[in-house]
C-alpha cells in the first residue's frame, strides 16, 4: 500500500515555465517533507511543514501543506535547467521513528 | 564536515555470495535508517536504529540483517544475495524521529547488482 501518492511521476518543461507538484494521502501525517534527489546522490532537504494549511518559500520554491495535513504541494516559478532532478514527498506520523515516501516525481527542465 | 558516508560505491556480486554494506555518520545523531531504491520506486525502508544496540525492522527486512554497536556505525549484511536485490542502498541519519519533524541527512549510495 502506498500511503503517499505524488504526481505526476514524469514531468518535462522548458525553462522559465511555472509548474506543480502533488502529494497526497488518505492519511493524517504529523509533518512532510520535500527532499530532491539528483542522479548518482542521495536525496537533500528541501522543507518541512508541519502545520495544516502552512505556506513555505524557498527562493523560486512554494510548498504547502493542506489544511487537513493529509496532503501537499510544491510550485516552481520560472523553472531553471539546475532544477532538474527527482522530488520526493516523505510523510511522518506522530510518534514513528520513520518516514513513509512517496514515488517521486523526475523533473526535467530543458535549457 | 564529512556528513553520511557509504562504502563501497559499486558492487557486484554472484547470487548466493554475501557482502556488508558500510555506513558512518559523524553528526552525532541516534536515528540512523538503511533504505533501498528500485527504479520508479521511492525509497523503501529496510531496517532502522534509534540508538546503539537498538534495531527495528522497516518495510522490507527479508535478506538482511543490522547491527549498531555504535552511535557512528550501522552496517547492512547481505546473506545469500538474490538477484531481486539488485538495488541502490541508502543510508541515512537524523537527529530525531520522523515523527518529530527532523531532517534525516543521506549518503551517497551503494549500487549493488547481484548476477
Known amino acids: 500500500t502506498q500511503l503517499l501518492e505524488q504526481s505526476p511521476q514524469f514531468l518535462s518543461i522548458q525553462e522559465g515555465e511555472n509548474l506543480t507538484v502533488y502529494c497526497n494521502s488518505s492519511s493524517v501525517f504529523s509533518s512532510l517533507q520535500w527532499y530532491r534527489q539528483e542522479p548518482g546522490e542521495g536525496p537533500v532537504l528541501l522543507v518541512t511543514?508541519?502545520?495544516?494549511?502552512e505556506v513555505k518559500k524557498l527562493k523560486r520554491l512554494t510548498f504547502q501543506f493542506g489544511d487537513a495535513r493529509k496532503d501537499s504541494s510544491l510550485h516552481i516559478t520560472a523553472a531553471q535547467p539546475g532544477d532538474t532532478g527527482l522530488y520526493l514527498c516523505a510523510g511522518a506520523k506522530g510518534g514513528s521513528e520513520k518516514l513513509v515516501f512517496g514515488k517521486g516525481t523526475k523533473l526535467t527542465v530543458n535549457p | 564536515n564529512a556528513g553520511v558516508t557509504q562504502t563501497p560505491k559499486f558492487r557486484i556480486l554472484k547470487i548466493g555470495q554475501s557482502m556488508t554494506l558500510q555506513c558512518t555518520q559523524d553528526m552525532n545523531h541516534n536515528y540512523m535508517y538503511w533504505y533501498r531504491q528500485d527504479p520508479g520506486m521511492g525509497l523503501k525502508l529496510i531496517y532502522y536504529?534509534?540508538?546503539?544496540?537498538?534495531?527495528d525492522k522497516g518495510e522490507v527486512p527479508n535478506g538482511y540483517n543490522v547491527s549498531r554497536s555504535t552511535t557512528e556505525d550501522f552496517p547492512l549484511r547481505l546473506e545469500l544475495a538474490a538477484p531481486s536485490q539488485t538495488s541502490v542502498y541508502f543510508c541515512?541519519?537524523?537527529?530525531?524521529?520522523?515523527?518529530?519533524?527532523?531532517?534525516?541527512?543521506f549518503g551517497p549510495g551503494t549500487r549493488l547488482t547481484v548476477l
Open positions: 541515512a541519519s537524523s537527529y530525531a524521529g520522523g515523527g518529530l519533524g527532523s531532517s534525516q541527512y
Open positions: 536504529s534509534v540508538g546503539a544496540g537498538i534495531t
Open positions: 511543514v508541519v502545520t495544516g494549511g
